[in-house]
């Protein structure tokens, strides 16, 4: 999905995810639609498996016991996001479901469910859904066939879900372009609540070929959702001088009470004060602990923007040389400027101290570090359908049949 300029998109890009390709492509996509929030199925991936999307946090429910299935949703990191619980209401399909919280103070519920083929839909599934949140999306490859969606064929999980569109006055938002090029057929939905139905702004299917489902977009429009801010304070000690010198002290200390007024008087004006000499910036970013950069480096970043739209407006081969010069230099001012940092927080603890909340602060930042993942190395070979994999199982079984 892709929350922008007070639209909502839904994005939904059905593909096998264990081929490195892939990925590529749909980051690609994900960046030239803008996209906020992207729907997966057949992700085929299993616990052991990563799946990375940069810019994005990614959920998911993986398929345990079989191979092929899984749902995955994957949103951007600046959206503030909170995970539905689903693991007691599945049977055989593959479930994920988010929560975020636009503007207007509604919550809006995102699900992605892959049904197969041979998978009777779970009708309790989606009355629950229905019964418990308000406005929602579903998206997913549900295998569903009925002619109301523009399939030319119809079976009984399209029929059952007629049914429940029927009974919940929910709304199937599909053009009538095919989804499943194979089948020639409709069953990649998007379906929403009749409360989203007036966000609604449009459904398209995508011209790029991922898999032999084509990916889609669906777009809702005057939704903004909350997302995540960071405020820096700067405290300007001029001012502070300036003002904590005004207020002088006017009573005698010729007692107990005296002397406890007068310190809570002072420690009144001392945040008083601070108050009127901090300056406070509130701003939007991706990262979760974001870190104030050097000035220098920062009129660089600044630099590499404004070449790259002089570069758009006007390309020539000096302009295009120099914004190549300026982006690597930016490049090597923040890997030194992360070392630089990184550095400053081991001499930190060269000095450690148990009861300092600010060194075991300093742990848990370089334990989260990614200089301290571990790099694991996995073999991958090509199985009878000539795709890439990396599972072990099928690993193994490769193996057995060639020996």
């Known amino acids: 999905m892709k929350i922008k300029k007070k639209v909502l998109s839904t994005q939904i890009m059905k593909c096998s995810l264990i081929m490195i390709n892939t990925l590529k492509i749909l980051h690609n996509l994900a960046k030239i639609y803008k996209a906020d929030i992207v729907s997966l199925n057949e992700t085929f991936l299993k616990p052991n498996k990563q799946l990375e999307i940069p810019g994005f946090n990614i959920f998911r429910s993986d398929r345990i016991g079989r191979r092929g299935g899984g749902s995955a949703i994957c949103i951007k990191n600046s959206i503030i996001v909170s995970q539905i619980p689903l693991i007691n209401l599945t049977t055989s399909e593959n479930a994920v479901g988010i929560e975020i919280q636009t503007g207007q103070k509604n919550k809006i519920a995102i699900f992605s469910i892959y049904l197969s083929p041979s998978t009777k839909l779970n009708q309790s599934l989606f009355e629950h859904i229905s019964a418990n949140h308000k406005n929602c999306i579903i998206t997913g490859d549900l295998n569903c066939k009925n002619k109301i969606w523009h399939c030319q064929n119809e079976n009984s999980n399209g029929i059952i879900l007629e049914n429940f569109i029927s009974k919940t006055n929910a709304h199937i938002v599909n053009c009538a372009k095919t989804t499943y ?153 923040i890997k030194n400027f992360k070392n630089y940092k990184f550095n400053l927080d081991f001499k930190e603890l060269h000095n450690f101290n148990q009861s300092d909340s600010r060194h075991w602060k300093l742990i848990n930042k370089l334990n989260e570090s990614t200089s301290f993942q571990t790099i694991k190395t996995e073999i991958k070979l090509k199985n009878t359908q000539n795709v890439i994999t990396n599972d072990q199982e099928e690993i193994v079984e490769i193996f057995g049949n060639h020996h």
């Open 181 to 333: 090029n194979r089948g020639k057929s409709v069953i990649d939905l998007s379906i929403t609540s009749s409360s989203m139905l007036t966000y609604f702004h449009s459904h398209t299917v995508l011209k790029q070929a991922i898999s032999d489902h084509q990916p889609t977009i669906t777009i809702f429009k005057n939704l903004e959702p909350f997302k995540r801010y960071h405020t820096i304070k700067r405290i300007n000690w001029d001012n502070f001088r300036d003002d904590i010198s005004k207020r002088q002290s006017t009573c005698l200390l010729e007692n107990k009470d005296d002397i406890e007024k007068e310190a809570s008087e002072l420690i009144y004006d001392l945040k008083s004060s601070l108050d009127y000499a901090t300056n406070s910036k509130s701003f939007m970013t991706k990262a979760t602990k974001p870190a104030e950069i050097p000035r220098f480096l920062l009129d660089q970043i600044k630099l590499k923007r404004k070449l790259k739209r002089s570069l758009n407006n006007n390309y020539t081969e000096y302009r295009k040389k120099m914004y190549n010069l300026i982006c690597r230099q930016v490049k090597n001012g």
